[in-house]
Each structure stands twice: as C-alpha cells, then as structure tokens.
C-alpha cells in the first residue's frame, strides 16, 4: 500500500459530498428566497418555481460537464470513450430532498456504439479511471484532500501509468492519500506508508508503517513481484530513480 501526500489542506471532501452540496445547495439558496412565509399552496407553488429553475441550470450544465468528464478520460487512456447525462423529470410526490429529477451517467465505450449506463456496462478499470476523472473535475479547489481507495482496481501496465501521472498532478495542488497494490503509483508518493496487520495479540491490530530510503526501495520491490532482491530490487531503485528525475 501507498499513501501520496501533496500539498497539506486542512479539509476533507468527497466528490459525491461535492455534488451533494452543489445540488442541495443550489435548491435551498433558491426555494429558501421563494418559502420565507405565505399559505401552503404558495409555498408549494414557489417550490414547484425552485425546482424548475434548478432543472434549467441542471440541464445548462449537462453537456458541458459531459464534455469535461469525456476530455479528462482521454488522458487516461480511455480515447474513444464519451459521456453524456441523461436527466429525466421525477413525479411531484417522489420528489426527495436532493433531487426532482433522475440523473444518470450514460458511458459510450466507442464511436460506433450507443450510449448505456456507466453502472451497467463498465468494466472496474474503466470505473476506476472515471472516479478519477471525476474527482479531478469536480474538486477545483485547492483546500480539500481527495482520497483514492484502492482507484487502480481493474487498471495496469501503461494505463497505471497514466493514472500515476495524473494522481501526480493532482497533489501539484490538492492533498491526495491513495491506496494502491501498484508499484508504478506508489512510487510517486511524497510519502510512503505501509498498512499491516499485526496479529501477535489476542486482538488484531492495523499498524501504519512509514518507509524511506532504502526501505522504500524493498517494499517497491516487494509490490513488483513478491521478492526483495536481485532483478526486482534493481528495477524499484529505476522506477524511483525515473519519478525522482521527471
């Protein structure tokens, strides 16, 4: 395991907090102006105004987001994929307190294929690499950490490459903690930090190792191939000795 840490923020915020607050937010700023006092059904009149509005800027929003989303896969070695959201109008009474439409992200693997669910059709490594993507896209600022469990599942030889050098990037301004079993990733790291399990108790521990010099050179060598000298050895000291000179 690996953990990169860039630059220190004092803040923690997921991609679906994001969102949350910038759906939910956006529908209390308007129907928090529209709701301040009156009879209920002027009050849900106003509701009925908010929500419409939020669905104009919703659907304003929708293909440049999608443009976004289909430009930042493409670095990561997903060229011929596109996006697009499908948004759809939700009954009044199965209206939530996020949501009066259905949105869902539809993925097109290729030119020539249609455009299906993300969720449905999606392979881990593409999943992986749009959770990155997304990430990348929404969190703009630079006072919040984003955390990657595991983001490299399904995803290796070059295409973990690709998604190293844009994890890299990302802590040019953002704290970023990345779990990964992927050598080519854990090599970028500010700091490394192995997690083990120490069962030499009654209880079983999770026990939060740093390693430097050339302590790292051997657990890389170790998330090569298994082994901790010879051939595997020298090639962990080149792949840090690549990232050390780029």
Not at 152 to 178: C, F, K, W, Y
Not at 186 to 195: G, R
Not at 228 to 240: C, D, F, N, Q
């Given at each position: ?27 209390a700023?308007?129907?928090?102006d ?21 669905a ?25 994929s596109?996006?697009?959201l ?41 999943l ?10 929404v969190?703009v ?10 983001i ?31 050598p ?13 399990k ?37 090639h ?11």
């Amino acid at each position: 395991y690996a953990i990169m840490i860039g630059t220190p923020v004092s803040a923690l915020t997921t991609s679906s907090q994001l969102m949350t607050v910038a759906v939910t937010g956006a529908m209390a700023l308007i129907v928090g102006d529209s709701l301040a006092a009156g009879p209920a059904a002027e009050k849900d009149t106003a509701l009925i105004s908010a929500a419409n509005a939020l669905a104009t800027l919703r659907s304003d929003a929708a293909v440049g987001f999608s443009d976004a989303l289909t430009h930042a896969v493409a670095s990561l070695g997903m060229q011929s994929s596109s996006f697009m959201l499908a948004i759809s109008d939700l009954p009044r009474n199965a209206w939530a307190s996020e949501a009066t439409q259905h949105i869902e992200l539809l993925y097109c693997p290729g030119a020539t294929m249609s455009p299906r669910p993300l969720a449905k059709i999606a392979s881990g490594g593409e999943l992986s690499r749009v959770m990155l993507a997304l990430k990348g896209e929404v969190n703009v600022a630079d006072n919040v950490t984003l955390v990657f469990d595991e983001i490299d599942s399904g995803v290796g030889g070059s295409t973990a490459n690709l998604v190293a050098h844009r994890l890299a990037e990302l802590s040019s301004n953002h704290q970023v903690i990345v779990v990964t079993h992927l050598p080519q990733i854990a090599v970028f790291a500010d700091a490394h930090l192995v997690v083990e399990k120490d069962t030499k108790g009654a209880v079983p521990r999770t026990v939060l190792r740093e390693v430097r010099d050339e302590a790292r050179t051997v657990e890389i060598s170790r998330m090569l191939s298994g082994d901790e000298e010879g051939v595997s050895l020298e090639h962990a000291r080149t792949l840090l000795e690549q990232v050390r000179v780029r």
